[in-house]
T-cell receptor
Framework: NAGVTQTPKFQVLKTGQSMTLQCAQD?????MSWYRQDPGMGLRLIHY???????DQGEVPNGYNVSRSTTEDFPLRLLSAAPSQTSVYFC?????????????FGEGSWLTVV | AQSVSQHNHHVILSEAASLELGCNYS??????LFWYVQYPGQHLQLLLK??????LVKGIKGFEAEFIKSKFSFNLRKPSVQWSDTAEYFC????????????FGQGTELSVKP
């Protein structure tokens, strides 16, 4: 089982560049989300989706765009990278919003903006 | 707004010592509670979760947690830690039917000395 797959694992960007972090899951999960992890702050929700064609903002959405054209894929786009976006990014998925469903995380994408 | 607070940022223990990591949350409604572990350089793994039933929850690797509703707490315990438990531990909460929208605590780094 592939689970939640994120690419790339490591990326260095220059300020102002754009890029897309890819996330795919093969479990037919409805819910997908993106988090960023920063030292001393835990993980914070960037965007999430409750199904294909439906997205919404999380706690820290500024500077990021998402789309959900298929159930499997949930890419995260950085429109104009800034050093403040240097972080580790995790994609997650869960079957539905029902209580008790396990949330699965990808292995993370380490992004450095210089 | 929901929030999660982990009392200890860094805990250092010797092998065989007992562990208790504190977690408090603020939310007035029904919540689901989680503890995740992140080993160095790896993604998050679920240790245990609570969503209903017995407030004492047993997870993997000998960990357990107790949900005390009156104290809004969900502390993680292990009677005897091992060097391999060295990792960062995250408490997280989501409101009922909120799917992948987890609110994380700041994390507690556990170092176990052999």
């Amino acid at each position: 089982n592939a689970g939640v797959t994120q690419t790339p694992k490591f990326q260095v960007l220059k300020t102002g560049q754009s890029m897309t972090l890819q996330c795919a899951q093969d479990m037919n999960h409805e819910y997908m989300s993106w988090y960023r992890q920063d030292p001393g702050m835990g993980l914070r929700l960037i965007h999430y989706s409750v199904g294909a064609g439906i997205t919404d903002q999380g706690e820290v959405p500024n500077g990021y765009n998402v789309s959900r054209s298929t159930t499997e894929d949930f890419p995260l786009r950085l429109l104009s990278a800034a050093p403040s976006q240097t972080s580790v990014y995790f994609c997650a998925s869960t079957e539905t919003g029902a209580p008790g469903n396990t949330i699965y995380f990808g292995e993370g994408s380490w992004l450095t903006v210089v | 707004a929901q929030s999660v607070s982990q009392h200890n940022h860094h805990v250092i223990l010797s092998e065989a010592a007992s562990l208790e990591l504190g977690c408090n949350y603020s939310y007035g409604g029904t919540v689901n509670l989680f503890w995740y572990v992140q080993y160095p350089g790896q993604h998050l793994q679920l240790l245990l979760k609570y969503f209903s039933g017995d407030p004492l929850v047993k997870g993997i690797k000998g960990f357990e947690a107790e949900f005390i509703k009156s104290k809004f707490s969900f502390n993680l315990r292990k009677p005897s830690v091992q060097w391999s438990d060295t990792a960062e531990y995250f408490c997280a909460v989501n409101a009922n039917n909120q799917g992948g929208k987890l609110i994380f605590g700041q994390g507690t780094e556990l170092s176990v000395k052999p």
